[in-house]
């Protein structure tokens, strides 16, 4: 079976200058099935941000592959849909105008534009907001129209950045509630990244780990039943041994990283 | 909320008296000035062929009003700097983003756009004067030079500020290079642009009247700089008068244009929003 996205040997040196350069990724290998769910969990600068950055396309690699689907890149790919951490609505256009940004860009008319635009701002639950403007959003908000707006492109692939992370519990449990049911069934390919070991079980088919220099630490699969939330995935039987098994590797890696 | 409903009434009604109080307070300033100023001239206690009074001011006035000099010299000094302004201002979006999108041409041209900056541009009067004769295309060239500099400077801040993430968030989605310019960059940089044709607008003034003050036989500033070699200390502060009249005008534009842009505002300091 061909990966979604095949990763070999990914090298990333960032050059500060002429006497200092930081190796952010070493020999990373990486394949992610078509139409899995896949969550990378590590601790800050173990090179996960520069690996989505990679693949998206904002970063080239000092060294290595990548593959979609078996063929080699070709940049910009509107096929890859990339949420980051910073929400980047245009802050001179409403709702509306923002989710439909990606048609507009490929030439959609502008009804046709609109009414795909409403009907995912209705997806996210943001239907009564379409008039207003990004800084009148909640930062909750602001993550659903930034969902919206990925959407809009029909991405085969979605690249999420720890996209919650700036939301409370509460917000981020909706959210990945949201996320769950927009993916379920849609056959996309969901690489998410986090630093959040129960968000990581939650949300995913198969969970890795990444130490420092983005090496795996471990490559777990996750077999809770689908539908899932929160509170059927932590009462699971083996919930509490698969979060032992990450937080372990978790832990190795920071030691590896120190 | 009948509460906070009548408090708000009680801070609007307090309000609306302050503002009473010092307008009448700035009236009675101003009739004194006025008053102290005709009865001191008038008694001799300041010499009145160095202050003038107000009385020969108004009766300047009236005379220029009537004779229709007011008119004439006015349409002149607004003429110059309202085409000195608008041609400054396009010159200077133009080139912000223009530079602004090409870093290696920014680079090259960075020491010699500054040295222009830093020559007061009232001095390259007489250059403009040897070029352009002293009529009114010079004052309105001086006008544009002195705001095209500020709009430049401002439209090109702007450009190199746009967020990096809008920028990379467009070309994830596949927009071409003129799509990023014309849905990014441009409204980014637009706000900034516009905080220059704000600051810009009382120097196209400036730049006319110094170029009257200069050489010219017309406008506010050729009525200065006449009555004032005739020693005519009324028609100096008349002339004045007609200029300060003419610049709270302009003042009341750049007010209308700050209320317009409060949109614009709001966007500039939004935007770096920390994850």
Redesign the interface.
Known sequence: MISAIALRDVGKIFVRDDSDAVEVLEHVDLEIAAGSFVTLVGRSGCGKSTLLNIV???IVPSSGTIAFAGEPPAY???D?G?L?????L???RDVLRNVA??LE??GVEKAAREKRARELLALVGLAHAERRY??ELSGGMQRRASLARMLA?DPRILLLD?PF??LDAQLRAELQHELLRLWSGSGKTVVFVTHDIDEALVLADRVVVLQGGGRVAADVEVAFARPRDARSVRTAPDFVALHERLLEALGASAGAAA | MTASSAAIRGRRAQRVRRRFTVGAGRLVLLAAIVAIWQWGSGAHVFDPNVVSSPGAIWQHLAKWSLDGTLWFHSAITIEETLLGFLIGTAAGIVLGFAIGQNRALAELLDPFILAVYSIPKVALAPLFIVWFGIGIPMKVILAAVTVLFIVFFNTLAGVRNVDRDLVDALWLMGAKPRQILMRVVVPSAMGWALIGVRIAIPYALIGAIIGELIASNRGIGYLVASSGSQYDTAGVFAALLVLTVLAIALNGVVDLIDRRMSLWKIDSTTTPRGA
């Open positions: 998206a396309g904002l910009p790919r509107p890859v990339y980051t951490q910073k929400d980047t245009l802050p001179w940004l990606p860009l490929r990004p800084r492109s720890e992370g700036a």
